[in-house]
């Protein structure tokens, strides 16, 4: 780790000490979460990705070989598809793993105020078990459109379908852990929704 680095990490620190005794709670969650995602793809990602793209290849080639649509070649982090037209070999690469968005999504659950230390460590687990079984499934119905259509339907599997698919799972996971989780717990003078207290 180079000193710039180090240097950076101690002012985030030290800003977010000055937020936090301040109780600027908005701009303490920003620059935390903005922060920790940085310092999270500098640091973590490196050693994160080559993992979870042979994990991902690995899942996802399970139940291509249980359909018989596709092969794995997890310890390449790649997928042989074979079509009418041919064969096309998917590389599950550095944005196909998941690791941004589940760094995304654990950078703002950390800095999120609404739960208390061990709800955020269950939210953390289940949310990146969640990330990476829609990833799963993403990669599996692309895959099972290019075996089913022919190779030229690579694109719109890929862009467009499997997108919608991810996101749609991802959004999800954050209005359930994030807009959800808000409403049931804020409190308007006395009045507010939380009945578990």
């Known amino acids: 780790m180079s000193i710039a680095i180090i240097l950076a990490l101690l002012l985030w620190v030290y800003i977010l000490s000055v937020l936090r005794r301040g109780k600027l709670d908005f701009w303490f ?7 920790m ?19 991902v290849a690995a899942v996802a080639g399970l139940f291509g070989d249980i359909t018989g649509m596709f092969e794995s070649y997890f310890q390449q982090g790649i997928l042989f ?3 009418d037209t041919g064969a096309i070999s998917l590389y599950i690469d550095y944005e196909c793993s998941g690791i941004i968005e589940i760094g995304a999504y654990l950078s703002l659950l950390v800095f999120f105020g609404v739960y208390s230390i061990q709800e955020k460590i269950v939210l953390s687990v289940l949310g990146s ?26 694109f719109v ?7 919608i698919v991810f996101y749609g799972f991802t959004i999800l996971l954050y209005f359930y852990v994030f807009t959800r989780g808000q409403i049931k717990r804020q409190r308007i003078g006395k009045f507010h929704y939380d009945i578990s207290e």
């Not at 969650?29 to 922060?35: D, E, M, N, Q, Y």
């Not at 793809?41 to 990705?49: E, F, N």
């Open 29 to 35: 969650f920003i620059t935390g979460s903005v922060g």
């Open 37 to 55: 995602f940085v310092f999270y793809m500098i640091l973590l990602q490196p050693l994160l990705t080559v993992p979870l793209q042979k994990a």
């Open 81 to 83: 598809v074979p079509c």
């Open 129 to 154: 078990i969640g990330i990476f079984c829609a990833n799963i499934l993403r990669i599996f119905i692309i895959g099972s459109l290019i075996h089913v259509c022919g190779s030229d339907i690579y």
């Open 157 to 163: 599997a890929h862009t467009i379908i499997g997108r």
